[in-house]
Nanobody
Framework: QLQLVQSGGGLVQPGGSLRLSCAAS????????IGWFRQAPGKEREEVSC????????YYADSVKGRFTLSRDNAKNTVLLQMNSLKPDDTAIYYC??????????????????????WGIGSLVTVSA
């Protein structure tokens, strides 16, 4: 059974940093693209950042570009989302997802949102003074 275990998140002041991790259980992340998505109360879900299954290329939504960094730690079978310069608009529940053999851009295409192979349970990120 494919499982993704999320950790990180919490409360941070505007301008602060948080790191979210997404660890695979029961499978190897090497062959899977990983994506982060978020949904805030009263707002539509949106893509945040994705990393491809092959060459490690990444995609970032315009709203987080330059502030968030997505990376793989293959030794730990984990993907890390480093979030810097956080803003109140970043407040949301963040979910990681895995899908085999995707490019970063396709992984972040919301048309494929319901075609993922595995999902994390979500991590709450609150950015507030």
């Amino acid at each position: 059974q494919l499982q993704l275990v999320q950790s990180g998140g919490g409360l941070v002041q505007p301008g602060g940093s948080l790191r979210l991790s997404c660890a695979a259980s029961g499978f190897t992340l090497d062959f899977y693209a990983i994506g982060w998505f978020r949904q805030a109360p009263g707002k539509e879900r949106e893509e945040v950042s994705c990393i491809s299954s092959s060459d490690g290329s990444t995609y970032y939504a315009d709203s987080v570009k330059g502030r968030f960094t997505l990376s793989r730690d293959n030794a730990k079978n984990t993907v890390l989302l480093q979030m810097n310069s956080l803003k109140p608009d970043d407040t949301a529940i963040y979910y990681c997802a895995a899908r085999r053999g995707q490019t970063a851009q396709d992984m972040c295409d919301l048309h494929y949102y319901y075609a993922m192979d595995a999902w994390g349970i979500g991590s709450l990120v609150t950015v507030s003074a």
